[in-house]
């Protein structure tokens, strides 16, 4: 019976440990991956929609520029309308603040943002997705002493609400 030296003792546990690493990580990819994860921004889209074109009444605004990236970013087509094999239309995009509360010098507090699109999908001469209404509402306190702050914060939160939309929109538009 041979004996180890102090350090084959070691080499032999980095070994092992090593295994044992390996092995859990392996573990761990197939875990995610059997449960369907995939990477945010990576929205897999059928076929139809392999070459878009994006309809809207004003392509400048927030949503529809982010529609645009996600749909780059899932490996999109965007083209003209004559030659694309589905289109986007967006029928809707408006953001609307209202009032929800009021100081006792009628000096308004707290607004919400409430962000409405209305989108829907044809192509190939049939209608892919019927036109959906898909709404998000957002609070924000309001201080007339901060109103350079307050502005910012609305656009920021209007870009917030826009993205979420986009999100929406992509998972709809994967199910199709």
Request: some cysteine; aromatic content about 6%; charged content about 25%.
């Amino acid at each position: 019976m041979s004996r180890l030296r102090p350090d084959e003792h070691v080499v032999r546990r980095l070994a092992g440990a090593r295994w044992r690493g390996a092995t859990c990580s392996l573990l761990a990819v197939c875990a995610l991956t059997a449960c369907g994860f995939r990477l945010q921004g990576h929205t897999p889209l059928p076929k139809p929609l392999a070459r878009a074109y994006v309809e809207a009444k004003d392509k400048q605004t927030e949503f529809v520029q982010g529609l645009r990236n996600a749909l780059l970013a899932a490996g999109v087509q965007l083209t003209e309308e004559s030659q694309a094999t589905a289109v986007v239309h967006v029928l809707q995009d408006a953001a609307t603040p209202r009032v929800l509360a009021v100081s006792s010098t009628d000096v308004p507090r707290e607004y919400e943002i409430t962000y409405t699109v209305r989108v829907s999908v044809t192509g190939d001469g049939k209608e892919l997705l019927a036109p959906q209404d898909i709404t998000v509402r957002r609070d924000y306190s309001f201080d007339e002493y901060v109103l350079l702050a307050k502005d910012n914060e609305d656009a920021i939160l209007r870009a917030a609400l826009a993205r979420d939309l986009v999100g929406i929109v992509m998972r709809r538009l994967a199910r199709l």
